[in-house]
């Protein structure tokens, strides 16, 4: 198991930036592929982003390419999701995953999940 714990949440301007946090622990944390999926009230929730287990491969849902960036240290056990160019849209709770599947977009091929961090972008 990976347990996993999202940080660095909080309120910010549209336009603004945040920089999400992805604790886990363990010893195996660089075996995984690691994601950010999030979910506003009342919707379901969507990928954000997803890193392979080397860091080598990539990927962003349409809505934020361009604007987020996911990144990962394992020497910490860490992963990252840089957010900049805000927008009211991005407001949701944040969920950090783990998987040992490949690189996935569908948050049922995830098997930790930490217990999400709010995001609000509001003036």
């Known amino acids: 198991q990976v347990p996993v714990v999202e940080s660095g949440g909080g309120l910010v301007q549209p336009g603004g930036s945040l920089r999400l946090s992805c604790l886990a622990s363990g010893r195996t944390f660089s075996l995984y592929a690691m994601g950010w999926f999030r979910q506003a009230p009342g919707k379901e929730r969507e990928f954000v982003a997803a890193i392979s287990w080397s860091g080598g491969s990539r990927y962003y849902a349409d809505s934020v390419k361009g604007r987020f960036t996911i990144s990962r240290d394992s020497a910490k056990n860490t992963m990252y999701l840089l957010m900049n160019i805000l927008k009211p849209e991005d407001t949701a709770v944040y969920y950090c995953?783990?998987?040992?599947?490949?690189?996935?977009?569908?948050?049922?091929?995830?098997?930790?999940w930490g217990q999400g961090t709010q995001v609000t972008v509001s003036s």
């Open positions: 995953a783990a998987t040992l599947k490949p690189t996935s977009s569908s948050y049922r091929d995830y098997d930790y």
